[in-house]
């Protein structure tokens, strides 16, 4: 089943770990020290965005009927199978930005020094060989996760329900 | 991911041993600690990380992205800079003021305030009153210990001049320090300096900042820790070698165990005094145990070790492991690298935990502070309640490895001229005469602490026995020190088992260990004064950039290795680091860590995890050293990987060079 990236805005403290994890699992050498010398410099896929008091990483929500791969002339942007995260062929990106521009959320980007989109492609190496993708790994607070949808309503679900209990004059927990 | 297992963590069995019975028992250890704490902060890693002032906190993303300088404009060498020079400062702050309590015990002895302690080395003392120009005609030894403690405690308020110690150094690293304008004025000084520079908007030039972090690092070795070294040697006595054991198999079963863990010698002194009174002894008795065992962790264990011959229970990573032994009625403990997390443990046993230093308080230990004007009566009220916790002792928990391994300390810059030349005639010149000929390739000092980071004792030993199998002389301190004496390197007969045919001759003929264990971490000192010495005979050039020699600290972690780092680079000293320091987020400051300041000192630093790789770039550095003096090429092969381990028998390795 198709899983994403789970933003839980309040415990991110804007400390952009999860930016230098996604630089460092997308680079060649993998490891922080090796990583930072390397030219061209890997480029994060996730960015920090937000202003004082609120930050949030936006990255790729891996939409359903994706903008991206609608516009892309090339075919350059495609998913393999319907649960898989929309990938980039470096080989067929012209670099023509129209993704760019058709992306609702700014989290596609031209790479300067590769002459390239960049996006979130959900660490689908590591995630076929049952690692986590890297921002999560990255977040010291648990404000990334890697859950399916129905994981995520379940859990709303229950906290729905709680909140429900406490107004009926039920006070429990949830299931 | 996958939980490495316990021979992943350590290569001390006694260690693995306490590993696996800490997992069963559901324990949480550093190590756990650490694996809970992946990934660490990059940013914290690289150094480019500011909490310098309250626009921020900055970080600068080392990828390029985001914006490349702080909110005030800091570069991130600057950045990177400013958080060294403080860690620096923090590591000379920490070495002076433990060398700072040494002069002002010192003094309180002198005046009669110090019931219990006596001043053990008036001949050292009447030296150093001669080199400080202090007259000692007619002058009692309380009278010159006055004058010299008064003498080294003006050094730490000094306002005018240079700190007294460094015109032991050679002329031209002198030059060097006034030339770069880094010669350390008060300790205090230069601490309070560095710290300054790196306020915000204040030193905003990485070069200077680098400067100011050598000066603080030289107040710390030719200032601190140089104080705490002569004045504990004065004060407590000089070491002279010994036989003693390190491990946790020195803990006793039917004892009660006692550890003294931290740095400061002083209140562990009255300690080994106190533990041999009628009074504590007969408390052990009636408790039912047939004695009291003290035995250290870290340096405080090296204090004790290199004056009284206690024997040590572990490094750094072991004092959370001697706890797990079940068998500790009471850890001691006064100042640094003490973990806080021994409260927890301490508690799954019946472990008195007690803080005794107004510098250093723990929650949830029982603090009793020690009385320096009752010294030995402070002493015995804290081990008689170790003793009387003895009956608390859960048996079923008990588990002591019997590992333990014999060893030789006691090593000192004047006690290495007795073995050296011999108790007639004591020079350094047979050292210097085997390093010309060619039988020692050169001396190199592998000290420093331990770190979760990689396997505990891995790096030290690998390095260690690399450089022994290559003929070079290992003189060691610290918790490098312990990890050898653990493995057995710290005896005569490890030169058989390690050491290359010339080194082996050497220690041979003269009975020395091939790694010479010269006491805790402020006593770096003494090899700096060892190399002074070697300066001084003469054939070996009169400058520390010119001696075939290097210092490493494969398992760094604390700021104090950091200022020992710029000491012993600033004095002219390649000095290779297992762990980068925490700038790599800036080439620049890397750059010029690693190569650019040698223009500057005579010194440089290196970064390398492997040992073998430093070791090499050791080996490399010291024949470079050993074709500009023009020496003899070496006597012998290095000894083949596959002989170490095991004793040389035949000649036939030992084919002569050339």
């Known amino acids: 089943m198709k899983r994403m990236l789970v933003i839980r805005i309040k415990r991110c403290l804007a400390c952009k770990s999860c930016e230098l994890g996604c630089a460092i699992a997308h680079s060649e ?21 937000g202003d004082a008091g609120f930050a949030m990483p936006l990255q790729c929500r891996q939409c359903e009927t994706a903008p991206c791969m609608g516009v892309c ?59 986590l993708p890297a921002c999560v790994t990255a977040c010291p607070s648990g404000a990334l996760t890697f859950q399916t949808s129905d994981d995520v309503s379940r859990e709303k679900r229950e906290a729905c329900l709680v909140e429900f209990r406490r107004a009926a004059g039920q006070p429990g927990e949830a299931v | 991911m996958p939980v490495p297992g316990s021979h992943q963590r350590s290569s001390d069995p006694a260690a693995c041993r306490m590993l696996e019975l800490a997992a069963q028992n559901a324990l949480k250890l550093a190590y756990d600690r650490y694996d809970a704490m992946q990934p660490l902060c990059g940013y914290g890693q690289l150094g480019i990380c500011c909490q310098n002032c309250n626009m921020g906190p900055c970080r600068i993303n080392p990828f390029g992205d985001g914006p490349q300088t702080g909110i005030c404009g800091a570069s991130p060498a600057v950045i990177a800079a400013r958080n060294l020079a403080r860690k620096s400062a923090v590591g000379s702050a920490a070495h002076s003021d433990h060398g700072r309590g040494i002069a002002q015990m010192l003094l309180q002895t002198a005046r009669g305030k110090t019931p219990g302690y006596r001043i ?68 205090d000084r230069e601490i309070v300096g560095t710290l300054h520079s790196t306020n915000m908007g204040a030193s905003n030039e990485p070069h200077h900042l680098i400067l100011n972090c050598v000066r603080a690092g030289l107040a710390d070795g030719w200032g601190g820790s140089m104080i705490a070294t002569e004045l504990s040697d004065i004060l407590l006595g000089e070491p002279a070698p010994l036989v003693s054991e390190a491990n946790l198999g020195v803990l006793k079963r039917d004892y009660v165990n006692i ?149 030789v300390a006691g090593f000192t810059t004047e006690g290495v001229f007795d073995h050296l030349g011999g108790r007639y005639r004591p020079s350094y010149r047979p050292l210097n005469n085997a390093i010309s000929d060619g039988r020692i390739r050169g001396v190199v ?138 700038v790599m987020g800036s080439p620049v400051v890397a750059d010029y860590l690693t190569n650019g300041i040698e223009k500057d000192f005579g010194g440089k630093f290196a970064f390398e995890k492997d040992p073998i790789q430093a070791a090499r770039l050791i080996i490399k550095h010291i024949d470079s050293k050993r074709e500009a003096l023009h020496l003899s090429p070496m006597m012998f092969e290095p000894r083949p990987v596959e002989s170490l381990g095991k004793p040389l028998v035949d000649d036939s390795a030992r084919a002569a060079v050339g």
């Open chain 2, 120 to 187: 053990k080395g008036p001949a050292k003392l009447r030296k150093l009153a001669e080199e400080w120009g202090i007259p000692t005609a007619g002058a009692t030894t309380e009278q010159l210990a006055e004058k010299v403690a008064l003498a080294a405690l003006e050094d730490f308020g000094r306002q005018d001049g240079v700190l007294r110690f460094v015109s032991r150094a050679p002329q031209k690293v002198r030059a060097r320090w006034e030339k770069a304008g880094v010669a350390p004025r008060g300790i």
């Open chain 1, 73 to 131: 002339p090339t075919k350059a942007l495609n998913r393999s199978g319907v649960d898989d995260p929309i990938v980039l062929d470096h080989g067929l990106c012209i670099g023509c930005t129209w993704c760019v521009m058709a992306c609702p959320f700014g989290v596609i980007s031209l790479d300067e020094q590769r002459r390239a989109i960049v996006k979130c492609d959900q660490c689908f190496d590591l995630v076929q060989r049952g690692r």
């Open chain 2, 259 to 407: 550890l003294v863990h931290g740095h400061e010698p002083v209140l562990s002194d009255a300690l080994v005094v106190a533990s041999q009174s009628d009074e504590v002894l007969d408390a052990c008795r009636d408790a039912g145990a047939q004695g009291l065992q003290l035995a250290g962790i870290c340096c405080t264990a090296n204090e004790v070790l290199m004056r009284h011959g206690v024997p040590i229970a572990g490094n750094l990573l072991h004092q959370e492991f001697a706890l797990v032994t079940g068998a500790v009625e009471m850890m001691v403990v006064d100042i640094q690298c003490i973990f806080p997390a021994l409260r927890d443990l301490a508690k799954k046993y019946h472990t008195l935990m007690v803080s005794t230093s107004p510098k250093a308080h723990f929650e949830g230990f029982q603090h009793i502070e020690f009385d320096d004007s009752r010294a030995i009566e402070s002493a015995k009220q804290i081990l008689l309640a170790g003793v009387a916790n003895y009956v608390n002792r859960d048996k079923s928990k008990v588990h002591i490895p019997t590992e333990k391994s014999p060893l």
């Open chain 2, 445 to 582: 000092a592998v000290v420093g602490c331990n770190t979760v980071k990689i396997k505990q004792d891995e790096a030290h030993l690998a390095l260690v026995k690399e450089l022994l199998r290559h003929d070079v002389l290992v003189v060691q301190t610290g918790c490098s020190a312990i990890a050898c004496g653990k493995a057995g390197l710290l005896t005569p007969e490890a030169a058989d088992l390690y050491a290359g045919n010339g080194l082996k001759e050497v220690c041979d003929a003269v009975g020395l260990p091939p790694c010479l264990h010269m006491g805790s971490c402020v006593d770096i000192s003494r090899i700096l004064t060892a190399c002074i010495e070697i300066c001084r005979e003469g054939g070996l050039g009169d400058d520390f950039a010119d001696l075939p020699v290097a210092g490493a600290a494969p398992e760094w972690m604390s700021d104090k290795a950091i200022a020992i780092g710029f000491y012993v680079v600033g004095s002219g000293v390649y000095t290779v680091v297992g762990d980068p320091l925490p």
């Open chain 1, 29 to 49: 050498s993998g490891e922080l020290f090796g990583a930072i010398l390397e030219q061209p410099a890997s480029r994060s896929r996730v960015r920090v965005a």
